[in-house]
């Protein structure tokens, strides 16, 4: 039997997604189980157990080669180690060898969730096509990943590309990772609200604070909420700025709740990038929203994967 899919997981503090993925990219299996995220390692472990007991008793599964993990971080992709801030129960957790215990030896490619983003949205999505490229998930936190000369680089932890972390406000408000002014401290939709809250925006009958609400108001033209998009749009833009002058990027592409804000956070983004971006080889740089919904988790591990399997194959093919 050809043996020509691999099973990915998306692993995040809400939900554990699992799937039987083609080398199109076309999901022919699912298995979902919630992520007992306070619960010990065991307990959490107990999930992704059932939900590649799901996999493996499918039909299709004689067919799957690899498997990929797109977790939250952080990742030690070297190590095979997971820590996600939001799941308490597992640090160092060993995941790999776990799911490759799991899934009878095959090999197991792990990145972090931005980097599984970015294999997506270059495989699939808004960056497809393009040889060096930044893509972000701003939400709840800001991360990101990088496409370097058409390939995916994760870098030795799994980690590279994590834009949320880094400084654009020297001596701003400390950031939860122990660093003051950081992208996320600024961009993230829990600060946007906050930053929002405290200039004095306030939500309608309905109480929602949220980032969403606030896109709303924005949309709507409170100079508050208009205000707040502005700043995260400006922090966004320097961080991006700065990887572009740094690695040559052409694209940087933006997923996550806060990107489906629409024009109140790319319109004052795009004006910010040309007061940043400015030395003539990052001035072609173009934003775009990112273009693969919510499977790209899964996508993304799937495409993390196919890329690191195919790339033994090279190596193989190399030494015959
Ligand atoms: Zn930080």
Known sequence: MHMDLVAALDIGGTKIAGALVDDRGRILARAQQPTPAQEDGETVMGAVDAVLAELTVSELWPRTRAVGIGSAGPVDRSAGTVSPVNVPGWRDFPLVSRVREIAGGLPVELVGDGVA??????????????????????????????????????????????????????????????????????????????????????????????AAAVARAAHAGDPVAVASFERAAQALAAGIAATATLVEIDIAVIGGGVAKSGDVLFVPLRRALRDYATLSF???????????????????????????????????????
């Open 117 to 210: 983003m970015t294999a997506a949205e270059h495989w699939q999505g808004a960056a497809r096509g393009h040889d060096n490229a930044l893509c972000m998930v701003v939400s709840t936190g800001v991360g990101g990943g990088l496409i370097l000369g058409g390939q995916l680089h994760p870098g030795p932890t799994g980690n590279a590309g994590h834009i949320g972390h880094i400084s654009v406000d020297l001596d701003g408000d400390p950031c939860p990772c122990g660093a003051r002014g950081c992208v996320e401290r600024i961009a993230s939709g829990p600060n946007i609200a906050r930053r929002a809250l405290a200039d004095g925006w306030r939500p309608g009958a309905d109480g929602d604070a949220s």
């Open 282 to 320: 990052v001035q072609r740089l173009t934003v775009a929203p990112a273009s693969t919904g919510t499977d790209a988790g899964l996508v993304g591990a799937a495409a993390a994967a196919l890329r690191s399997d195919s790339a033994r194959g090279e190596v193989q093919r190399q030494a015959v």
